[in-house]
């Protein structure tokens, strides 16, 4: 079975210092890879995707993923956080050509001035 | 122009009640889902439907029945509410295969 594994529940960085946030997924096969950001009292907005080829993927934002089969991760980084960052983030896997996300617990980012 | 849309935003009821969510999607999807994020904000598929036909069916008390009018519209109805069915609940909807695009959920509350 699919599962996601977001190893910190929260992360604080200080605004303009870079960001990694930290997945790792567990599947038989290459899954199809997401990341989702959530604001408080929001829904889930897509930043970016992985299905196939270049491993490095830029999103929205200004954040990009880089996907590692070795060591199936899949974490997401931005070079300069501002304070509009702050909320949870969460990475999810489907299966290729299937539509069940499975999310991983998510982690919060807090951003400080 | 909102592209998945949830009503009601906010839910309150008492225990033993039925309600219903509804969900409409306006961008040409074939496939809407239907997730449960608890108070650990933990996100878990409940249902998928493509097309009208039920496809994803998790673990699901027989409480909770998805309805889907057409492509466009994907309802929930809960029976005889528990307060563990406390939780937001998030529509989607997506292209067969693409990335899933959410509703801002609906937060249903139990007494």
């Known amino acids: 079975a699919q599962s996601v594994t977001q190893p910190d529940i929260h992360i604080t960085v200080s605004e303009g210092a870079s960001l990694e946030l930290r997945c790792n997924y567990s599947?038989?096969?290459?899954?199809?890879l997401f990341w989702y950001v959530q604001s408080p009292g929001q829904g889930l907005q897509l930043l970016l995707k992985?299905?196939?080829?270049?491993?490095l993927v830029q999103g929205i934002k200004g954040f990009e993923a880089e996907f590692k089969r070795s060591q199936s991760s899949f974490n997401l980084r931005k070079p300069s956080v501002h304070w509009s960052d702050a909320a949870e983030y969460f990475c999810?896997?489907?299966?290729?050509?299937?539509?069940?996300?499975?999310f991983g617990a998510g982690t919060i980012l807090r951003v400080k001035s | 122009d909102t592209a998945v849309s949830q009503t009601p935003k906010y839910l309150v009821t008492q225990m033993g009640n039925d309600k219903s969510i509804k969900c409409e999607q306006n961008?040409?999807?074939?496939?809407m889902y239907w997730y449960k994020q608890d108070s650990k904000k933990f996100l878990k598929i409940m249902f998928s439907?493509?097309?009208?036909?039920?496809?994803i069916n998790e673990t699901v008390p027989n409480r909770f029945s998805p309805k889907s009018p057409d492509k466009a519209h994907l309802n929930l109805h809960i029976n005889s509410l528990e307060l563990g069915d406390s939780a937001v609940y998030f529509c989607?909807?997506?292209?067969?295969?693409?990335?899933?695009?959410f509703g801002d959920g609906t937060r249903l509350s139990i007494l």
């Open positions: 989607a909807s997506s292209q067969r295969d693409q990335p899933q695009h």
């Open positions: 599947y038989g096969a290459t899954p199809y």
């Open positions: 992985y299905f196939s080829g270049d491993t």
């Open positions: 999810a896997v489907a299966p290729p050509y299937g539509n069940k996300l499975v």
């Open positions: 961008l040409g999807h074939d496939t």
């Open positions: 439907y493509n097309n009208k036909e039920l496809i």
